[in-house]
Nanobody, 124 residues
């Protein structure tokens, strides 16, 4: 079992940056791949980014490619999502997810462990 807690969400203006954190407890995070998803009331949970155990491969959703960056610090048991040039369409609850699988999955069903989410609102 691993428990995940997201932090760093908030209200920002279009064009601003925000950095989310996902801190793990219960198990060391280096045993898991980590992904970020986001969800609004109008949309299903959307894949945002994924990083492998050793930070050697990265995947991004098309809507965030070039603006968001996923990273991790296994020594701190924490993963991050740096979000730059934020847009109102980025407004959502952001979830951190983890799984032991080596298969690259962009669907929410591919991740066993989830945090509670953190709200990001982009508005002028």
């Amino acid at each position: 079992q691993v428990q995940l807690v997201e932090s760093g969400g908030g209200l920002v203006q279009p064009g601003d940056s925000l950095k989310l954190s996902c801190t793990a407890s219960g198990r060391t995070l280096d045993n898991f791949v980590v992904a970020w998803f986001r969800q609004t009331s109008e949309k299903e949970r959307e894949f945002v980014a994924r990083i492998d155990r050793g930070s050697t491969t990265y995947y991004y959703g098309d809507s965030v490619k070039g603006r968001f960056a996923i990273s991790r610090d296994n020594a701190k048991n924490t993963a991050y999502l740096q979000m730059d040039r934020l847009k109102p369409d980025d407004t959502a609850i952001y979830f951190c997810a983890a799984d032991r699988t080596y298969i690259v999955r962009r669907d929410a069903d591919g991740y066993e462990y989830w945090g509670q989410g953190t709200q990001v609102t982009v508005s002028s």
